[in-house]
């Protein structure tokens, strides 16, 4: 894996117009050396020496010098680019699936805030019951999140009808957290959901791949992941990730709040589950 080429594509909506056009040829040029002088490169970017200097630096290097001495070093790894096209193979497609699901983790503990990710864990935490809705592969998620948190000793639910969400939200009360789960932020059914619910005084969350979208304005606490979506982008596995592993995050921190009070559940739940396994 060519690590300068994955962190360029991490870093690239970071950059500015001149960077992109350096980032543009080193990813369009992989496994070549860099030019001996930063003037050449420039040359051929486009660029100038100094944005060269800041692009190097971008990318966690001193200059130009170690950057091209690194590029050298990576010249034998291969470059996997992460649009899939019709001429791959299907173990080339499964290889940048895997480099964009790196990228989509990488994006998202960059973009998540950590004080909201703070701020949702303690209001599950103290929540009467919890509530996940969802739509399409979002459904899924907040039905695992549902199990989770359930198994972890909080008490939650997930709907992926939408006469079943509103209903769900009717019979909410002040105490409990309903948490909306949509890639594209822009789900009508999700967003009037927690509309409704926000407007009893019921806590909301999203979690969300999709900056200054609707379902923002309708949460008292946002979680946003960050993904590219890939054409096909209702097969794309890097958003389902992204949100998969903030749900994992929270997990892991109730389990551990409750492992810090004392309760044991996740160990009672485990001794209580071997009696529905076969014994061989």
Known sequence: MNKIILKTQLLYSEMGKSEKKVADWLISHPGD????????????????????????????????GELKICVA??????????????NDSCFEILEKICNDAYLSFERTKRTI?????AAAANLIAGAGKTVLIGLGSSASVAQDAANKFLRAGYPAYSYGDTHMQMIA????????????VSQSGASKDIVEALKFAKSRGISTI??????????????DIVLLTDTEETKHSSLA???????????????????????ANGTGLDEENENNLRSKRVNE
């Open 113 to 117: 805030a950590p004080e909201n990710i």
């Open 73 to 86: 070093g990576e010249q034998e790894k291969k470059v996997v680019l992460p649009t899939i096209n019709e």
């Open 33 to 64: 050396n860099l030019p001996m002088s930063i003037s050449e490169l420039a040359e051929l970017c486009e660029s100038s020496e100094s944005t060269i200097v800041r692009f190097a630096r971008r990318l966690g290097f001193s200059g130009y």
């Open 237 to 259: 596995l890097s958003s389902h990730l992204s949100r998969l592993v903030v749900i994992d995050s929270l997990c892991y921190y109730l389990v551990y709040r409750n492992e």
């Open 169 to 180: 939200a009717s019979h909410m009360k002040a105490g409990d957290v309903l948490i909306g």
């Open 206 to 219: 999203c979690i969300t791949g999709t900056d200054r979208s609707p379902i923002m304005k309708q949460s």
